[in-house]
């Protein structure tokens, strides 16, 4: 049984932390989110979400403009993107309650790495993995179209706890909200496999101006999806992380039965905010260099969406 006094804390609660703090919000758990530009709007109306599987959702939640003001948070859910980790970190270790677990819901490899050294020796930190289509429609307003599941993986903490408990019992809260979430053993393994899918999508909806649904109905562009997959793969296989067989077919399926979706980089792009691009590309492509191994159309892609994010920030 999980605890419903449990308090939970959204660090960017834009549509990956908006989407699941509701959840739990919505099933009674003491949920606090912390946003920026958004504040005023959700302090006044509240968070709403659109959402295919779950319905019309809309509550009134405890909104904060700052870290300094919420209470101490047993759980903190980083929503906001990894480019952001450097300013975050401070806010988390604010809003942490003593032993705190920190779960970032964020994309790409490294993300753990950076972050750790910034947070306190006792304070608990985990990797949570989206699996969701889900975007920001308008301020405070969020839209669900399909799947939703997120699993934990633990990362680092004080000596002496097990990893695995801890693991599960976040795993539990998400399941007491409805949330399908599981735990998993190695959160390095599952970063590359969302790699799989991260890759190849994120980075051709910016270069093609391309849906998820129409890269896979080109027959060129769903091989170049696929080639991309593969080369995930190889790069994952060098660094020691033997990812399921089958596997890029397996997500092609499940590309292909999604509604119509924009990736969150694209969103990025049309928005001129930075791209995730160290995490998504640049760690991985180092990583299985330094394991001997070159990827070289994920290196194009990086060097494309580099040149793209340059040109945005520029502008």
Same mark, same amino acid.
């Given at each position: 049984?999980?605890?419903?006094?449990?308090?939970?804390?959204?660090?960017?609660?834009?549509?990956?932390?908006?989407?699941?703090?509701?959840?739990?919000?919505?099933?009674?758990?003491?949920?606090?989110?912390?946003?920026?530009?958004?504040?005023?709007?959700?302090?006044?109306?509240?968070?709403?979400?659109?959402?295919?599987?779950?319905?019309?959702?809309?509550?009134?939640?405890?909104?904060?403009?700052?870290?300094?003001?919420?209470?101490?948070?047993?759980? #903190? &859910?980083? !929503?906001?993107?990894?480019?952001?980790?450097?300013?975050? /970190? $401070?806010?988390?270790?604010?809003?942490? %309650?003593? *032993?705190?677990?920190?779960?970032?819901?964020?994309?790409?490899?490294?993300?753990?790495?950076?972050?750790?050294?910034?947070?306190?020796?006792?304070?608990? #930190? &985990?990797? !949570?993995?989206?699996?969701?289509?889900?975007?920001?429609? /308008? $301020?405070?307003?969020?839209?669900?179209? %399909?799947? *939703?599941?997120?699993?934990?993986?633990?990362?680092?903490?004080?000596?002496?706890?097990?990893?695995?408990?801890?693991?599960?019992?976040?795993?539990?809260?998400?399941?007491?909200?409805?949330?399908?979430?599981?735990?998993?053993?190695?959160?390095?393994?599952?970063?590359?496999?969302?790699?799989?899918?991260?890759?190849?999508?994120?980075?051709?909806?910016?270069?093609?101006?391309?849906?998820?649904?129409?890269?896979?109905?080109?027959?060129?562009?769903?091989?170049?999806?696929?080639?991309?997959?593969?080369?995930?793969?190889?790069?994952?296989?060098?660094?020691?992380?033997?990812?399921?067989?089958?596997?890029?077919?397996?997500?092609?399926?499940?590309?292909?039965?999604?509604?119509?979706?924009?990736?969150?980089?694209?969103?990025?792009?049309?928005?001129?905010?930075?791209?995730?691009?160290?995490?998504?590309?640049?760690?991985?492509?180092?990583?299985?260099?330094?394991?001997?191994?070159?990827?070289?159309?994920?290196?194009?892609?990086?060097?494309?969406?580099?040149?793209?994010?340059?040109?945005?920030?520029?502008?």
């Amino acid at each position: 049984m999980v605890s419903r006094t449990t308090r939970i804390g959204i660090i960017g609660s834009g549509a990956i932390g908006g989407f699941y703090g509701l959840m739990l919000a919505r099933a009674g758990f003491d949920v606090h989110f912390l946003l920026r530009s958004e504040y005023a709007v959700v302090q006044k109306d509240g968070l709403s979400i659109d959402s295919a599987l779950h319905g019309a959702l809309h509550m009134k939640v405890q909104a904060y403009a700052s870290a300094g003001d919420m209470p101490p948070c047993d759980w #903190l &859910l980083v !929503g906001a993107k990894a480019t952001s980790n450097a300013e975050l /970190a $401070p806010l988390l270790v604010q809003a942490a %309650a003593p *032993g705190a677990r920190v779960v970032l819901l964020q994309n790409g490899l490294g993300v753990e790495e950076q972050l750790r050294p910034a947070l306190r020796d006792d304070m608990h #930190l &985990l990797g !949570g993995l989206c699996f969701i289509c889900v975007n920001r429609q /308008a $301020p405070g307003v969020i839209r669900h179209q %399909a799947l *939703g599941a997120i699993n934990l993986g633990y990362h680092s903490g004080p000596d002496g706890v097990d990893a695995g408990v801890i693991a599960a019992e976040g795993a539990g809260l998400f399941r007491a909200a409805g949330v399908d979430s599981q735990p998993m053993d190695d959160v390095g393994q599952a970063r590359w496999q969302k790699l799989v899918w991260n890759v190849p999508y994120n980075g051709l909806s910016v270069l093609l101006q391309a849906s998820t649904k129409a890269l896979m109905s080109d027959p060129g562009s769903r091989e170049l999806v696929r080639a991309l997959m593969h080369e995930v793969v190889i790069g994952a296989q060098a660094c020691g992380q033997v990812l399921p067989q089958g596997y890029v077919e397996h997500l092609l399926r499940v590309t292909d039965q999604m509604p119509e979706y924009w990736p969150s980089m694209y969103h990025d792009h049309v928005h001129r905010r930075p791209l995730e691009l160290q995490a998504i590309y640049a760690e991985p492509l180092a990583r299985a260099r330094q394991a001997g191994c070159h990827l070289p159309r994920i290196e194009s892609l990086y060097q494309a969406l580099t040149f793209i994010d340059r040109r945005n920030r520029a502008d």
